[in-house]
């Protein structure tokens, strides 16, 4: 198999990545997949196991991938710093860390714009989706392929049994424009928090509530300190593949095979998403969490209190870019 350019790889690599893992062997491209989630029953950590398990077999002798979660080795916020900077690694973030790097991503977080996941899916494999992909390139950041975390639902000290009931609390944010104008649209404060301090703050009342989806919520276990859970499906949790150009230039003729097989997977476990939000919505009311679904018409209440913030951001996105979103019905 085709080794060039392996050795700048792995000179590149950084002094975490060169005691290599079990799984490696010498003489193979090392590449770290590192992310802030839990390792195995949540969307990102089982698609991350099975694309090393792929990874390890198909290019066994040119390529090893080991899988780093729960920020063993990097948040995401380091994650890309370290991308930038030219280590070689792949991760894949929540579209809510591209904020600082351009606006277009901003698509995701925008409240009631997608009915479900699965229209976010469709959505995603359009051209216009496909396209957004390469939107980071610049930085040296490659999108490869978006993986869905399921939609986001909200959590409070609190009932929120309507929009006006979120006034007054403090939510984590995550580093989005949008979801920062979300919460203030609804008379919310909110703070930007990285994802493994919140479960502190949440106990201690530093914030008050926060937004994930179910799997995030149980297996960070944020319905222990908070009211309820409202299944409100505010917008699309979604993270995208990225790495870094080491990476896709030490893949070189192999980046076709790479793709293809990372096409499979996302495929694979894309389609059990909403199986493990389900069940990770179970596994909250079974350990005695509360979850509260919204009636129709109450949700017509929400959609409209937030419905200025996808007014307000339509330019910097772009109104083709949010229409091609709108278009997405789920149906494909």
């Keep these: 198999m085709k080794r060039y350019l392996l050795p700048l790889a792995i000179c590149a690599a950084p002094a975490a990545a060169q005691d290599l893992p079990p799984e490696c062997d010498r003489g193979e491209l090392h590449v770290p997949f590192s992310h802030v989630n839990a390792g195995s029953g ?3 950590g089982e698609a991350a196991a099975e694309l090393a398990r792929r990874v390890n077999v198909e290019f066994d002798g040119t390529l090893c991938m080991s899988v780093h979660p729960r920020r063993a080795m990097y948040d995401d916020e380091d994650l890309l710093n370290a991308m930038i900077d030219g280590e070689p690694l792949m991760g894949a973030p929540s579209t809510t860390q591209f904020d600082r790097l351009t606006p277009r991503y901003r698509i995701f977080d925008l409240p009631f714009l997608f009915e479900n996941m699965i229209a976010a899916q469709e959505f995603q494999i359009s051209d216009d989706g496909l396209e957004l992909l390469a939107a980071l390139e610049q ?3 490659h999108g490869l392929a978006y993986w869905s975390n399921g939609m986001r639902q909200l959590t409070a000290s609190r009932p929120l049994d309507e ?3 979120a006034a007054g609390l403090t939510f984590r944010a995550q580093p989005s424009a949008v979801i920062e104008r979300t919460f203030s649209q609804l008379d919310a404060t909110s703070i930007r928090m990285r994802f493994g301090e919140v479960y502190d703050a949440l106990a201690d009342g530093s914030i008050d509530g926060q937004m994930n989806s179910f799997a995030n919520i149980f297996a960070e ?10 299944e409100a499906n505010v917008s699309a949790g979604t993270y995208v593949v990225v790495a870094s150009t080491p990476v896709i230039e030490a893949l070189g003729e192999d980046l076709e095979r790479f793709q293809f097989l990372l096409d499979e997977v996302t495929h694979e476990r894309n ?6 939000n389900e069940l990770a919505k179970i596994r909250i009311r079974g350990d005695g969490g509360c979850v509260r679904s919204i009636p129709d018409a109450e949700r017509a209440d929400w959609v409209d209190a937030l419905d200025p913030v996808q007014v307000e951001f339509t330019e910097e996105i772009g109104a083709e870019l949010i229409e091609a979103a709108r278009a997405a019905s789920g149906s494909f």
């Design 42 to 44: 949540h969307p990102k």
């Design 139 to 141: 930085d040296g950041i």
């Design 163 to 165: 929009p006006a009931d």
């Design 221 to 230: 276990r944020f319905y222990e300190v908070q009211n309820c859970v409202l």
């Design 271 to 276: 389609g059990f998403t909403f199986e493990l």
